[in-house]
């Protein structure tokens, strides 16, 4: 493993000589005034110099690549050796690695460690790329904090840089970042372009390998993260959690040109999706196996279908899905807007779901399975439908389009109509 030494020694200055490469790693404490403010979203404070003692250099609290005498090659080998160095070292003393704007290339994917804090510095300028004919893994993850032995207590903190994946088939072979077993986390500014499967991906699996039984001991192991302000470009499904992930925000954030989903929650607990975007794909926020989740203030744009949710099977899983809020939301679509009939049975239903004052063109509220459901406040282009059956219960009433079908045990609290022309 590569050592980065924490050298104590000032910056060069006009009149001092310049140093290659290799003795400005020796050199830490060259820290600009404008790395501050790349730390300020980290919540990373320097150490305050009151503390130290006359004459004392306090240990630093960021490092560089190009301070460590690190800079992009254009070979994946040597990229990939130099950057999982570096990765090592900056988790193992406890500081932020920041890996300079340039493009950067990879053979094979990138561990990350408990406790990582991972900046570039910006998403268009830190680029890391896996070249298809470079690429000499059967899985196409190119950054991946790994399930191991033990759960990852100290969290992580990845911001402001590209990945870009070496699969461009999207074969579901394989997420491009993986964050798994953790708590504590945030990413952001981080864009995924041509994952195989997800772009970024969170999963509660802490220990062992991957395994859809939700009895085993690591479900539910990754709690308290944030995933704000990322890109997702192609690939199977931009962002999503799966493996019971709990109390997640996922915020303001965009995906484009998905194959199947803009945003999945294959399984989360009390997770927020929340003024997210999603455009050019199948369904825009796809959720199942789910407890607690807010879908609030998104859009979506020239996709099949807009919110599209199963739940628990209540015999195989020994659980109900519940609390499922669909609010605020502007969905243009041509399919069902909002649908609890993708994959949905009758042994797969969501209770006390709340579908209220979102704006819909070019599709239909659609409902077979869910319970306890209150409809109130939608409005759409004059189109648009609720349409209720099977087994659904609750009630609707005073949305501004009218119901073509109404369950049995659905109750109608009138004032339901095609809203009027402008």
């Not at 104590?8 to 050199?27: F, I, K, N």
């Not at 053979?107 to 000499?136: C, F, V, Y």
Request: charged share 20%.
């Amino acid at each position: 493993m590569m050592h980065i030494p924490l050298g104590t020694r000032e910056p060069p200055t006009a009149d001092s000589p310049q140093r290659s490469p290799r003795s400005l790693a020796m050199s830490l404490g060259s820290i600009s005034d404008s790395q501050d403010i790349l730390l300020a979203s980290s919540g990373t404070q320097p150490p305050s110099n009151a503390s130290a003692g006359q004459g004392r250099r306090v240990k630093p609290y960021l490092l560089t690549t190009s301070e460590a005498g690190i800079f992009p090659s254009e070979d994946p080998v040597t990229d990939h050796q130099n950057l999982q160095g570096f990765i090592d070292d900056v988790a193992t003393d406890g500081i932020v690695g920041v890996i300079e704007a340039g493009h950067w290339y990879a053979h094979r994917k990138l561990l990350l460690r408990d406790g990582s804090r991972l900046m570039g510095r910006g998403m268009n300028r830190t680029i890391i790329e896996a070249p298809p004919q470079a690429w000499s893994q059967d899985r196409y993850t190119l950054m991946d904090l790994e399930v191991g032995t033990s759960l990852f207590e100290n969290g992580a903190f990845l911001s402001d840089f590209t990945l870009i994946g070496a699969d461009k088939q999207a074969t579901d072979n394989g997420a491009l970042l993986i964050l798994e077993g953790l708590s504590d986390f945030l990413v952001e500014r981080v864009q995924a372009v041509d994952a195989s499967s997800y772009g970024i991906f969170v999963a509660g699996y802490g220990v062992g390998r991957f395994t859809n039984d939700i009895h085993s001991s690591f479900w539910n192991s990754t709690h308290r993260g944030i995933i704000r302000q990322c890109r997702a470009v192609r690939g199977q499904v931009g962002i999503g959690c799966e493996g019971g992930a709990q109390n997640v925000l996922i915020m303001a954030n965009h995906t484009d040109g998905q194959a199947l989903h803009g945003f999945r929650l294959a399984s989360a607990y009390d997770t927020q999706i929340i003024a997210n975007s999603a455009v050019n794909t199948r369904n825009a926020y796809w959720i199942d196996r789910h407890k607690g989740v807010h879908v609030l203030h998104n859009t979506a744009t020239n996709v099949e279908r807009g919110c599209v949710y199963g739940g628990f099977h209540r015999h195989r899983d020994e659980e109900i899905s519940r609390g499922l809020w669909i609010i605020g939301n502007r969905f243009n679509t041509t399919k069902s807007a909002i649908t609890d009939a993708y994959q949905g049975t009758s042994d797969k239903f969501t209770r006390s779901v709340k579908i209220k004052d979102n704006l819909l063109a070019g599709g239909n509220i659609r409902l077979l399975w869910s319970r306890n459901v209150d409809i109130q406040g939608n409005d759409g282009d004059g189109s648009n439908r609720i349409i209720t059956s099977h087994q659904v219960s609750g009630r609707v009433g005073n949305n501004f389009m009218k119901l073509l079908n109404r369950s049995d045990t659905l109750e109608d609290l009138g004032g339901n109509l095609t809203s009027s022309p402008p």
